[in-house]
């Protein structure tokens, strides 16, 4: 069966929004990232093993250890879904806020 | 780029929320909601009715870019000075049912201010398709935009 889920999904948990935090600037094994919460080690296990489904995690082997890192391509995705909302809003409030400040400086 | 405005949209909710800090006093922020004359400018819409008041109700007609109207429309529930609004927001004549909105309107110095604004949408499909509408958009007009040139260089 294939088990590949929502991107959304896995974003909406917080423990995992934590773990794509924690492994924004490095790459890390399972046993440090886990160090990192007071949850299960299976639990952050099962929180990986998703991430990793949805491509949002990368794992790569180097010796016996197994260090997981943030796929920037899917994580730009994610932002690409908002980010014409988003600068939909930015712009409106900006003019808003230009209008306002013209009003008040000839008034 | 750097954008000032924030929206948390969770997965699987059928509600967003939009906040920005602006360089203006709260009242100044309020007044650019609540006022035919400055929402006008900033919204590049024309205003038709707009009863800023408890069981108020408001009207605007937007021209798109092909000359097209669109109307929005809404019921305004409560309107508290420099504090709140709560409102419906439509647009008429699409397949959008019309979502709630809350807006609080907060001092945060003199002369700086925080607009918060939750919306809430008759379910999480109507909220994606929401949130994927200014994409949308974005590609037709642009779409338009290429059709008229096109349209043009023929005619040359």
Redesign the interface.
């Known amino acids: 069966m294939n088990l590949r889920r929502?991107v959304?999904?896995a974003?909406?948990d917080p423990t995992r929004r934590a773990i794509l935090t924690l492994l924004a600037t490095q790459a890390m094994t399972a046993g440090a990232i886990a160090a990192n919460f007071d949850t299960a080690r299976p639990t952050v296990s099962k929180h990986l093993q998703i991430l990793t489904e949805c491509d949002l995690l990368n794992k790569t082997q180097e010796g016996r250890e197994i260090y997981y890192a943030v796929n920037l391509q899917k994580i730009w995705e994610i932002e690409e879904?908002?980010a014409?909302?988003?600068?939909?809003?930015?712009e409106?409030?900006s003019?808003?806020?230009?209008?306002?400040?013209n009003?008040?400086n000839n008034s | 780029m750097d954008l000032k405005t924030q929206i948390k949209a969770e997965q699987g909710e059928q509600q967003i929320f939009i906040t920005r800090n602006f360089d203006i006093p709260v009242a100044l922020l309020y007044k650019a909601y609540t006022e035919a004359e400055f929402l006008e400018q900033w919204m590049n819409t024309k205003v038709l009715k707009l009863t800023s008041e408890n069981h108020g109700s408001y009207r605007f007609e937007t021209t798109d870019p092909r000359g097209q109207s669109h109307f929005f429309s809404g019921a305004i529930h409560e309107c508290t000075c420099n504090q709140s609004i709560i409102r419906t927001f439509e647009m008429e004549g699409t397949s959008f049912p019309p979502q709630l909105e809350f807006m609080t309107f907060e001092p945060l110095t003199a002369d700086t201010s925080n607009l918060t604004i939750q919306i809430v949408y008759k379910s999480v499909t109507d909220r994606d398709n929401m949130l994927k509408l200014p994409f949308a958009q974005g590609l037709n007009w642009a779409h338009e935009r290429l059709e008229a040139c096109m349209k043009n260089l023929k005619t040359a």
């Open positions: 929502d959304f999904q974003i909406a879904f908002i014409p909302f988003r600068a939909m809003w930015e409106r409030f003019k808003l806020e230009d209008v306002m400040k009003f008040k």
